[in-house]
């Protein structure tokens, strides 16, 4: 799918103050720092469409993005941050679960994994609500360019295995990488056919 122009819509902090639903979208989420502000700006090839910074939890609103006039990529804040106060994260958690409930034009949902790292607790228990509230998601790796090639190999096929050990189930997975633009292609051609095989 090429990509022929992308706007920032709107920063909000519940679901209710979200754009007009007219348009499909594709919500970005996952631990904060895991690299969704940036997999944004590369998948719309833009440096600063999406804020990003070094200091994990710059995204603390539900961010719209107007993609091609016709659909939204949605920045949500990172979960999980360890040195944010109890109050903060709650405030985010409530964020994130009143956006997923709520929210009727979610066609798909990407949880962006960092590739580096064994399988978390807190990712495990999202994606397990997630399916729970049969919310259908598909999985993204992210950071590939920071993985010696064994790990490139082997990672995610040991992430998956773990998570369906450990909640039983197995969604389609994207290895990408924001420097290197990695999986970008393969990521805006599979939203192509969601919304498409949607429409149908
Ligand atoms: P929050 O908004 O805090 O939830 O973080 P985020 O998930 O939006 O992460 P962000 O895109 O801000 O990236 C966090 C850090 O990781 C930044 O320093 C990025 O430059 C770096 N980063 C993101 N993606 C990649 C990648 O594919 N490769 C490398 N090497 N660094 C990356
Ligand atoms: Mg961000």
Same mark, same amino acid.
């Given at each position: ?44 090839? +833009? %440096? #600063?469409?999406? $804020? !990003? ?9 539900? =961010?719209?993005?107007? *993609? @091609? ?15 944010? +106060? %109890? #109050?903060?994260? $709650? !405030? ?9 409930? =709520?929210?009727?034009? *979610? @066609? ?93």
């Amino acid at each position: 799918m090429k990509i022929t122009s992308s706007s920032f819509v709107k920063s909000s902090s519940k679901s209710k103050d979200c754009p007009d639903q007219k348009f499909y979208e594709y919500a970005f989420i996952g631990r904060s720092n895991v690299g969704k502000s940036s997999l944004i700006n590369a998948l719309t090839n +833009s %440096k #600063k469409l999406a $804020k !990003i910074s070094g200091t994990p939890g710059k995204t603390l609103l539900i =961010n719209h993005f107007l *993609i @091609n006039e016709k659909w939204f990529l949605v920045d949500l804040p990172g979960y999980g941050f360890a040195r944010k +106060s %109890k #109050k903060e994260k $709650k !405030i985010i958690e409530e964020i994130i679960t009143d956006y997923f409930l =709520n929210r009727n034009n *979610i @066609n798909l949902t990407f949880v962006l994994i960092d590739l580096r790292l064994k399988p978390q607790k807190i990712d495990l228990e999202f994606m397990l609500w997630l399916n729970q509230n049969n919310l259908q998601f598909k999985i993204i790796f992210t950071k590939a360019d920071k993985l010696n090639k064994k790990e490139f190999i082997e990672n995610p096929d040991n992430y998956l295995k773990i998570l369906y050990n450990e909640i039983g189930i197995h969604p389609e997975h994207f290895v990408s990488s924001s420097k290197s633009k990695l999986g970008r292609e393969e990521i805006l051609h599979n939203i192509s056919l969601q919304m498409n095989s949607k429409k149908a």
